[in-house]
Nanobody, 128 residues
Framework: VQLQASGGGLVQSGGSLRLSCLVS????????GGWFREAPGKEREFVAA????????YYSNSVKGRFAVSRDNTKNSLLLQMNRLSPEDSAVYYC??????????????????????WGQGTQVTVSS
């Protein structure tokens, strides 16, 4: 299974970007997907996740209300719409996926150790 993230770039504060993650090697249907980010000198942190079934999504407090994660199983893709971006959102963004059998909530979906597959990062830079 391979994940390919795209859509990063340079944007001004207050602007928007849309990240895409294309899953190949198996169907995305049945996998849960998530986004993490890593800024220089900081730990990789959870951003958002989409459960494998239904429309359940999870967000970190820092992006809740500004970012929206969605999935398109017909296109084998995970998406992240990022609005009202600030310089604090600047980081390399990674998409990841796995199987969420037995998950109970955000504690599971926000743990990087629960993800089996990782894509390469895409750089997001927000200028002030």
């Amino acid at each position: 299974v391979q994940l390919q993230a795209s859509g990063g770039g340079l944007v001004q504060s207050g602007g928007s970007l849309r990240l895409s993650c294309l899953v190949s090697g198996r169907t995305f249907n049945g996998l849960f997907g998530g986004w993490f980010r890593e800024a220089p000198g900081k730990e990789r942190e959870f951003v958002a996740a989409s459960a494998s079934r239904g429309a359940t999504t999870y967000y970190s407090n820092s992006v809740k209300g500004r970012f929206a994660v969605s999935r398109d199983n017909t296109k084998n893709s995970l998406l992240l719409q990022m609005n009202r971006l600030s310089p604090e959102d600047s980081a390399v963004y990674y998409c990841a996926a796995g199987m969420d059998n037995g998950f109970f909530g955000i504690a599971d979906y926000s743990s990087r150790w629960k993800y089996h597959y990782w894509g390469q990062g895409t750089q997001v830079t927000v200028s002030s």
